[in-house]
């Protein structure tokens, strides 16, 4: 029997890697994403390298859109193995001219989502005895550049969620970790009308202690880690991906 991989924001980007990555891992995968033309982009993909799955055009934001979807999931294929919250959205700009509906959107996509597709997904995982689920934050949980302050705050909450769940959720066997990724190039993990080919200079590389800018490969291997049996141990964790760049000292 095939295990069951749910990525939210599935469609493009790093989620786009993950979906992929679960595919040709043997995972069937169910993605959510409100981009119809990307969804059915990379669902076609999954399938021509062997894989199996569907898209279902979701948006996290929305409540009865969480439950259509979990619900097909488990009506399909019988159960949940790993839930990968990675659906996100900015409205960066300067902090006095933030509206409250601006500041109510992202944290209901990026933090209200992932809680209630971690709800939904985690009656199923009860169910039987097992399941992981991985949300994707970001280093901008630990440091800010200026006006992020929305897409700041619901990757925070969404570390303090990861570290809740964690606690709450083990009862039933089941793990929840955070990934943090740093700089990650997705210009080239779009779909096909919006894909373009990055070009970094060499400060762009250098500034991380790694070398290099980092890539969605970089965030789906360690998905697949955390959702895997050798992480087993692992749970209420936050995992930094980011090239070094967080633990670098700055002297101007």
Request: aromatic share 6%.
């Amino acid at each position: 029997m095939r295990k069951v991989a749910a990525v939210t924001g599935g469609a493009q980007g790093i989620g786009k890697a993950v979906s992929l990555a679960y595919a040709r891992a043997g995972y069937t995968v169910a993605i959510a994403d409100t981009d119809q033309e990307a969804g059915q982009e990379t669902v076609r993909q999954l399938k021509d390298s062997g894989g199996e799955g569907f898209f279902l055009d979701t948006d996290v934001a929305r409540e009865a859109d969480i439950v259509r979807w979990i619900r097909q999931i488990v009506d399909q294929y019988g159960r949940i193995d790993a839930l990968v919250n990675n659906a996100g959205i900015s409205r960066n700009g300067p902090m006095l001219e933030l509206s409250a509906d601006q500041f109510d959107k992202v944290i209901g996509v990026n933090l209200r989502g992932a809680f209630l597709c971690s709800r939904q997904a985690a009656a199923a995982m009860k169910l039987q005895g097992s399941g992981v689920i991985v949300n994707i934050a970001s280093t901008r949980a630990l440091m800010s550049e200026a006006d992020t302050e929305a897409y700041s705050a619901s990757k925070g909450g969404l570390l303090a969620l990861t570290h809740a769940m964690a606690v709450s959720l083990g009862r039933y066997g089941i793990r929840v970790n955070a990934i943090s990724p740093g700089w990650i190039e997705t210009r080239d993990w779009q779909k096909t009308a919006a894909r373009e080919v990055p070009v970094h200079t060499e400060r762009d590389r250098l500034q991380h202690p790694a070398g290099r800018v980092g890539t969605p490969d970089d965030i789906a291997a360690a998905c697949l880690y955390l959702t895997g049996g050798q992480a087993g141990f692992i749970t209420g964790q936050n995992l930094v991906i980011d090239g070094g760049m967080t633990v670098k000292m700055i002297y101007e």
